[in-house]
T-cell receptor, first 111, second 116 residues
Framework: LAKTTQPISMDSYEGQEVNITCSHNNIATNDYITWYQQFPSQGPRFIIQGYKTKVTNEVASLFIPADRKSSTLSLPRVSLSDTAVYYC????????????FGAGTRLFVKA | NAGVMQNPRHLVRRRGQEARLRCSPMKGHSHVYWYRQLPEEGLKFMVYLQKENIIDESGMPKERFSAEFPKEGPSILRIQQVVRGDSAAYFCASQPTRATSVETQYFGPGTRLLVL
């Protein structure tokens, strides 16, 4: 399973766009990239998943360059309620999605 | 469709007692994962189960910890003779039967175990 590296913490202000980059140099061919969000005292919540190029949903966008060794989660116009820990995970469909969570990125959105 | 249910949400035990944590997956989900999260840390994989089978328990401590997912009823994570170091949040996640694409895991609210 590929290891991921992401910043420990980030600060932002309401209304700004936030980009969180994750490095996964050892990503395998069949690995997908998934991002989760976790609020205090809650379980992680799926945000977005992608394999290559760009994926967009109602919550975020995920940018994946051609070499797939990194990915960037983009949160448009963050609000105070986006303050959370964001986890980047890399894994494949190989008999169970055994996910390995790193320490995540603590995003703190200020007014 | 109800989400993943875990109970109890909070559990207090004294050293040496047993802790039993329950997880009811989402309807139609036959895969269950258990994770442990220490304060200020990410989640650590413990065990992956399908109905009546343990698929991967590589993250489970060899002693005192066991997990099951019976044909009927919830998945149970059992910790015998708890120690203070077992204090953590334990999360369960469920996933549908495998399809042709990678699928996400849906997490429960967690059980916070405190060992006194």
């Amino acid at each position: 399973l590929a290891k991921t590296t992401q910043p420990i913490s980030m600060d932002s202000y309401e209304g700004q766009e936030v980009n969180i980059t994750c490095s996964h140099n050892n990503i395998a061919t069949n690995d997908y990239i998934t991002w989760y969000q976790q609020f205090p005292s809650q379980g992680p919540r799926f945000i977005i998943q992608g394999y290559k190029t760009k994926v967009t949903n109602e919550v975020a966008s995920l940018f994946i360059p051609a070499d797939r060794k990194s990915s960037t989660l983009s949160l448009p116009r963050v609000s105070l309620s986006d303050t959370a820990v964001y986890y980047c995970l890399v894994g494949g469909n190989t008999g169970g999605f055994k996910t390995i969570f790193g320490a995540g990125t603590r995003l703190f959105v200020k007014a | 469709n109800a989400g993943v249910m875990q109970n109890p949400r909070h559990l207090v035990r004294r050293r040496g007692q047993e802790a039993r944590l329950r997880c009811s997956p989402m309807k139609g989900h036959s895969h269950v994962y258990w994770y442990r999260q220490l304060p200020e840390e990410g989640l650590k994989f413990m065990v992956y189960l399908q109905k009546e089978n343990i698929i991967d328990e590589s993250g489970m401590p060899k002693e005192r910890f066991s997990a099951e997912f019976p044909k009927e009823g919830p998945s149970i994570l059992r910790i015998q003779q708890v120690v203070r170091g077992d204090s953590a949040a334990y999360f369960c996640a469920s996933q549908p039967t495998r399809a042709t694409s990678v699928e996400t895991q849906y997490f429960g609210p967690g059980t916070r175990l405190l060992v006194l």
